[in-house]
């Protein structure tokens, strides 16, 4: 039989750390050294069977032991060192927040394979986004294909089973312009990876049959050997059907893909660092065919009510699927009857293999035949492999011997907390000085702005996904009049219509990113990430106190102090923002260690928070777009410039250090989204963008050309927070909380009405000319851009 | 015996995989390629007769409209030779092939009952001012993943 016998009981500390490295098990010397701690007291050494099944429950993947983990944090401010402890940090923050809150709307949080919120009486909307950025940087096409399969599966498990309504994706990559020379040995090219990403979550997401409709893409050299790859799915899932109830006797049923040896050591493999030599076994190959076929499926099993537990196989594979199933009752399965690609696989090698495509049921003994029915006239692979049993133990057996025993109490709450230190020092950061810009030099700065590879249009991506199928997708990612003439979607607007039948209610997805702000301060960069995933939503008519929010960290070595402390800081960020907003976090993930070593020097990636909303519109009817509709209707500015240039994509171009990180007033934030969203409700707006990356003026050109409409500005009509602001400041300053609106003048009034005490104003009109034409008086300036010239610059980087 | 169904374009129909290789190649840095061709190959083993190669290739694996067929036999794979300036890239035995899986299934449904082994791989013949080590580090830094995949050149 291939089970080896492992020793550990007598092994130095030494010898312990050898074990862990060579066997990629990625786990520390205190860990090991209670894995041995455990076979001492049960008096004999573990099988390679045992060993592998602790490695993967207790990775960092799985178990995210650092957010989770002792944490102590010392901030140095104003000259004073403060040290706070932290038991669990995502307790004490992120999950803190959405306890406190307390919403009533919430019904499955951090708990299930995805965040649950209220639709309607009836219904819930799931939510999930997860990472798969080291696979997709060994093997970019298989690696974001089964990082979307994976999402959907996870749709799929999050209670009995959610139907897939639509699919997100966030990329960060490097330069795609990068010198061959310059790419590290052993490593692809960033453009090679970007492109074959994309392809990935295009053919999974397009064959899935699930349209791919919110996303977006950040540029940075940091990303070039370490790409980040954020995938996302929505899906609605019957109230009732929210629970998952595994019973002692129940039946292990894994339907799907067949076991091969793709991706041993995906789980384990997150925690350890990219080099040239990443072990080659941690690929996975992704079959959206057979996706498919099971999610059809088994939404059939799940309506007759076949199974009364689900979840997918993902990092970790059927021991992790298994195990999290069984973890209240204890579950004997037997190895040799999983289903396998090819023979010669080690029974280990079954039992934590990530092959794709695979989900495990609970099925009553009652059942059995029915579902087996079921999958087989569907021509979907699905077998039982054990049974669920009241003993609290994992039990593995291969051709008839016992393989694998332990307690699922140790399994699963015996990894040990080390306490990491963490560390954060406030930085002195001041404003840039005075940015004095001529007339002829602005006019082409607008249009370097709207090239700029983070601001520039992304239809050459979006437009290969399929964001139609399934025929739900009221707002798009791009918005315009044609082909020719769009513009960028703030947010995502799907309406369930063929589930729920006579709804008029919607789901609105968005997100906010910005890892530049992260370089200078995470908190401003969390902070900044939750109100752009806001604004972005409530642009097309959500209503801010109805949001959900998810979290995504990617972060680099969090065993550095400092990193840990950057972490820290966006932790308590959103804790903050989420608390001030008063709206929950639902579901996150997090990816750690994104780190490569180029030549023996370690480069960690600029820490990236990925902020996810979703929100229930309820009334599909009063969603807008953001281009420009009529001639003669008036243009608003809503909130305040101030003098934030600091991380933004002027100081890029203009290559200028210094600055603030826009900074933000929940309160004032909180009260003009609510405020908006009355507006647009009342049908007093007729379109809405906006400003981030890039600032007022590129929101501004940017609803011009998607409307095929030219605009007259007044620049000195901006209202700003320090009166010696030069234009080029207030133009492309990226200050948060404001908004472009466009108005009908029969409106206006009542508009104004709704707005009092807040700070906005009017600054110009829609023309019919076709241009931006923008005056200041103040600063002599008078600009005039053809609105052609203008989506030209924005649409020119990006030509793959 | 081993058949090696070659699917291309035909005269006058778009390439849309060749174009795109020519910008990828050059979006990687690497210049002087004028054109490329691209060709999917479709190695089936077993004991079938060159009759059902070509139903295979004809009715199964081409568009009749678009594509043109080549089958190339062989005893063995060493009579194989590769042709000048171009690269093959096929998967590496283990991985996973999902495209070969749906034809040995389709190859069944045709009602050719023989038993078969069929592996998917794509064929670049390129054309422009090329060299060994061009289409070697076109092949490494564009073509193929060698983590997953084998190349072959020449």
Known sequence: ?800 | MVFEIEIKSKKGFLDPHGIHTVSDIEGIGIKGVKSVDYIAVYRVSGNITVKQAKIIASELLSDKITEDFYIKEYETLEQKRIENNSIEVWFKSGVTDTVSESVVKAIKDLGIEEDVVVKTGKKYCLKGELNSKKLDKIATGLLANTLIQEYLIK
């Not at chain 1, 979907?380 to 694998?404: R, S």
């Not at chain 1, 930085?427 to 004095?436: F, T």
Request: net charge positive.
């Open chain 1, 1 to 800: 039989m291939n089970v080896n016998i492992i020793e550990i009981i007598n092994l130095s500390d030494k010898q312990l750390m050898e074990l862990s490295k060579a066997n990629v098990l990625s786990l520390s010397l205190v860990e090991m050294k209670e894995v041995q701690k455990y076979f001492k007291n049960i008096k004999r050494n573990p099988t390679d069977v045992e060993l592998e099944t602790i490695a993967q429950t207790w990775s960092e993947h799985c178990k995210h032991k650092t957010l989770t983990g002792n944490i102590e944090y010392c901030e140095h401010k104003n000259g004073k060192k403060t040290v706070k402890k932290y038991k669990n940090l995502l307790k004490e923050t992120i999950f803190r927040a959405t306890v406190e809150l307390n919403k009533k709307w919430c019904i499955s949080v951090f708990k299930d394979n995805a965040g649950v919120i209220d639709f309607d009486k009836t219904n819930g909307v799931a939510f999930k986004v997860e990472t798969h950025n080291h696979p997709s940087a060994l093997e970019p096409y298989g690696g974001s294909a089964t990082g979307i399969g994976g999402v959907i599966r996870d749709i799929l498990g999050v209670g009995l089973g959610a139907k897939p309504l639509a699919n997100t994706d966030v990329f960060c990559f490097g330069l795609p312009d990068t010198k061959s020379s310059e790419v590290p040995e052993g490593m692809h090219h960033p453009k090679r990876i970007a492109k074959g990403v994309v392809s990935g979550v295009r053919d999974y997401g397009n064959r899935m049959g699930i349209p791919t409709v919110n996303g977006g893409v950040f540029f940075d050299k940091g990303y070039m050997a370490n790409p980040l790859v954020y995938c996302g799915t929505m899906g609605i899932i019957p109230k009732n059907k929210t629970d998952k109830e595994v019973k002692s006797g129940d039946l292990v049923l894994v339907v799907g893909g067949r076991t091969g040896r793709d991706g041993i050591h995906g789980a384990t493999f997150s925690s350890v660092e990219l080099d040239k030599e990443s072990d080659v076994s941690a690929v996975q190959i992704g079959n959206p065919i057979v996706e498919k076929k099971v999610l059809d499926t088994m939404l059939k099993a799940r309506d007759l009510k076949l199974y009364r537990g689900v979840t997918d196989c993902g990092a970790g594979g059927l021991s992790s699927a298994v195990g999290e199933l069984g973890e209240k009752t204890g579950v004997i399965v037997e190895l040799d009857r999983v289903p396998l690609k090819y023979k010669g696989l080690k029974p280990w090698e079954i039992w934590i293999s990530e092959a794709q495509e695979r989900m495990v049921f609970a099925v009553p003994a009652k059942n059995k035949k029915k579902i087996l029915d079921l999958f087989k006239k569907e021509n979907v692979e699905a077998t039982f492999i054990g049974k669920f049993t009241n003993d609290q133990k994992l039990t593995l057996t291969y051709e008839g011997k016992q393989v694998a025993c332990m307690e699922m109490a140790f399994l699963h709450d015996g990894v040990p907390k080390p306490t990491r230190q963490a560390m954060w020092k406030e930085q002195n950061i001041k404003k840039q000085s005075s940015l004095k810009v001529s007339n002829a030099t602005l006019s082409s700065d607008i249009k370097n702005v709207l090239s700029d590879i983070n601001v520039c249009s992304r239809d050459c991506i979006i437009r290969q996904y399929d964001h139609e199928v399934q025929g739900q997708t009221v707002i798009k990612p791009l918005q315009g009049n044609s082909i020719t003439n769009s513009g960028p979607s703030d947010a995502a607007v799907i309406w369930p219509y063929t589930i729920v039948k006579n709804t008029k209610k919607a789901i609105v997805l968005s997100n906010g990113i910005n890892p530049e702000y992260g370089k200078i301060d995470t908190y401003k960069m969390a902070a900044s990430a939750i109100e752009e995933a806001m604004r972005n939503a409530v642009c097309v008519g959500a209503d801010p106190e109805k949001l959900s929010l998810l979290d995504n960290f990617c972060w680099g070595n969090p065993n550095k102090p400092e990193i840990l402390g950057s972490l820290v800081r966006a932790s308590q960020a959103c804790y903050d923002l989420s608390k001030g907003f008063s709206i929950p976090f639902i579901s996150g993930k997090d990816s750690l260690y994104n780190e490569y070593t180029i030549a023996g020097k370690t480069y960690s990636i600029p820490p990236a928070l990925l902020i996810s909303a979703m929100g229930v519109i309820e009334d599909v009817n009063h969603t807008i777009t953001m281009n420009l509709k009529d001639v003669g209707n008036d243009i608003y500015i809503l909130g305040i410039t101030k003098n934030e240039l600091g991380g933004s994509i002027y100081s890029k171009v203009k290559n200028f250090k210094g600055g603030l990180v826009p900074s933000l007033d929940i309160k004032v934030s909180k009260d003009l989204m609510k405020k908006i969203n009355t507006a647009i409700t009342k049908g007093l707006i007729e379109s809405c963008h906006d400003c981030s990356e890039g600032g007022l003026i590129t929101s501004i050109s940017e609803m011009a050309f998607a409307g095929e409409k030219g605009i007259n500005i007044d620049a000195d009509l901006i209202k700003t927070d320090d009166k010696k602001m030069t234009l080029a400041e207030i133009l492309f300053s990226e200050s948060n909380t404001r908004f472009i609106v466009e108005v009908k003048p029969e409106n206006v009034s009542g508009f104004e009405q709704i707005l009092k005490g807040h700070i906005f104003s009017k600054i110009g009109q829609v023309s019919n000319d076709k241009n931006l034409t923008l005056i200041s008086k103040k600063s002599k300036v008078l600009i005039k851009e053809n609105i052609t010239n203008l989506q030209k610059a924005w649409q020119k980087t990006l030509q793959w």
